[in-house]
């Protein structure tokens, strides 16, 4: 996967990805809009014009300062402790009160004179292991110290970010796996690939990325529209969005059968129906509301003068005229710009319709809530042989009834199901070991190839040999001919 570029200034409206230690956020660069990453609140406008991976330091007011070297504020620890038996924490060690470092912050002091001064009145740094001190000044920086790094989105870092912040939505999809989907998927420039994910969008995007902007990639979805969320944190730019193309699963069958048409549905035009029954009921609503108006204003205008009732019933009947006209002029609008977008949506399925009737797809990749088996049994016809296919889910019990089904079936050749995992190691002098806290499981995968699937029917005279198991006569030639 690609990784962040260094070289690339950073624009106004582009997207990028904050990241402070292990946590990262993704956010739009934007004039005087302001982003709030973790418990503090940030204006991204010193950032642009910068390159990506320039740290900088939060200042007064949520100002962004580059910073052009980050200088090693680690204290030398002369003295050190063999071990730390003799360390109770019972919360006293610290002379420093809470108060005293807010009144610290609100002087203006940095993060690293902050974590100075801790260490200065801490009664037990001394007698630390120099290890644990290393632990408690690296604990205390990241806590105090208000420094941030601006790094360009990519495949790798959104999917971290969102497995850290938010994996129930993106399927428990861990980034390991994602590469191994990518890679078993044969997923690169000048293809043509299925994708039907819920993973809001990050496989979609992952696979566009690989692609380089090169090739066709159509996206099943279902219900109104597909989820995009983190397809759009990639930005990518405008050339990219012409390989993107976008179909309903729930056209698939007609389009299979050879019945889907480019007319409209009777679904839309029961939408259509729908939507026009309310905007006439709620029309004739403020008809009534409007009726009862000019019947308050009668009885009103009654009580006055002749005079003063010619003026109050022209302005009255002048403010409803304008009223209605603005109902009508809005209700117009409204009919318009959603028959615009029925007619954009239609021309978009005609688009990715054309790509798929042909049935010579390069490769699909599923990774969804829903279940696998009827997904991939009927979107299989699409892909032509010897092509590659990858289904992701984070439970092994539909991917062995996957599994099994398409055994049964045939026209699909090496199977394989398998179980991602991976194991993170802390490197460092001495005290290299596994990291306390893995994930338990990425998911599992199934992945096959599939093959021209020929339905023959065996000739008669095959059919009599195998029961006889004789061979054929030497006189057959002679007696055929």
């Not at 109770?88 to 060690?93: E, L, N």
């Not at 398998?418 to 499981?441: A, I």
């Amino acid at each position: 996967m690609a990784g962040s570029s260094k070289g690339d200034p950073i624009v106004d409206g582009a997207y990028v990805v904050l990241k402070r230690g292990e946590v990262f956020k993704a956010a739009q660069v934007q004039f005087r809009k302001k982003v709030i990453f973790g418990k503090q609140w940030i204006f991204l406008d010193n950032a642009i014009g910068q390159c990506y991976g320039t740290t900088f330091e939060i200042a007064g007011g949520g100002k962004l300062l580059p910073l052009t070297k980050i200088e090693d504020t680690s204290t030398e620890t002369v003295e050190a402790g063999a071990d730390n038996r003799n360390i109770v924490d019972d919360g006293k060690s610290q002379k420093l009160t809470r108060d005293d470092i807010e009144a610290l912050k609100e002087k203006g002091i940095k993060g690293e004179e902050i974590v100075q001064q801790l260490i200065e009145n801490s009664t037990t740094f001394r007698d630390k292991t120099e290890f644990a001190q290393e632990k408690y000044i690296k604990k205390k920086k990241k806590k105090y110290e208000s420094i941030i790094t601006i790094v360009k989105p990519c495949a790798r870092i959104l999917a971290m970010m969102y497995y850290a912040r938010e994996p129930g939505k993106i399927c428990n999809l861990r980034y390991d796996t994602l590469a191994q989907m990518l890679t078993l998927g044969n997923i690169h420039a000048g293809s043509k690939v299925i994708v039907v994910e819920t993973c809001a969008g990050l496989v979609l995007g992952a696979v566009m990325e690989r692609m380089g902007g090169f090739g066709s990639v159509i996206q099943m979805y279902q219900g109104g529209e597909p989820g995009r969320a983190a397809t759009d944190c990639f930005g990518f730019p405008k050339s990219f969005l012409g390989m993107l193309h976008e179909f309903p699963l729930a056209k698939v069958h007609s389009l299979l059968s050879g019945k889907f048409s480019s007319e409209i549905t009777p679904a839309d035009t029961q939408d259509c129906l729908q939507t026009d029954e309310k905007s006439k009921g709620s029309f004739t609503e403020k008809e009534d509301a409007s009726n009862e108006v000019e019947n308050v204003i009668s009885d009103r205008v009654s009580e006055c003068n002749q005079s003063e009732e010619q003026q109050i019933i022209e302005i009255a009947s002048g403010g409803l005229k304008n009223n209605k006209e603005n109902e009508n002029k809005e209700r117009r609008q409204q009919a318009f710009e959603k028959k615009k977008r029925q007619i954009e949506k239609r021309k978009r399925e005609m688009e990715a319709a054309d790509l798929l009737k042909d049935r010579n797809a390069d490769g699909l990749i599923i990774a969804c809530r829903f279940h696998p088996t009827p997904l991939l049994l009927s979107l299989l016809e699409l892909v032509a042989p010897s092509r590659p296919f990858v289904v992701y889910c984070q439970y092994k019990e539909p991917l062995l009834e996957c599994y099994t089904k398409l055994r049964e079936k045939g026209g699909v050749v090496n199977l394989k199901l398998s179980e991602t995992w991976l194991r993170n190691y802390q490197v460092l002098p001495n005290r290299s070991h596994p990291r306390l806290t893995m994930s338990g499981g990425g998911g599992y995968i199934l992945t096959g190839i599939t093959v021209v699937r020929e339905d023959v029917q065996p000739d008669v005279k095959s059919l009599e040999l195998r029961k006889t198991d004789e061979p054929p006569p030497k006189k057959l030639k002679l007696e055929e001919l």
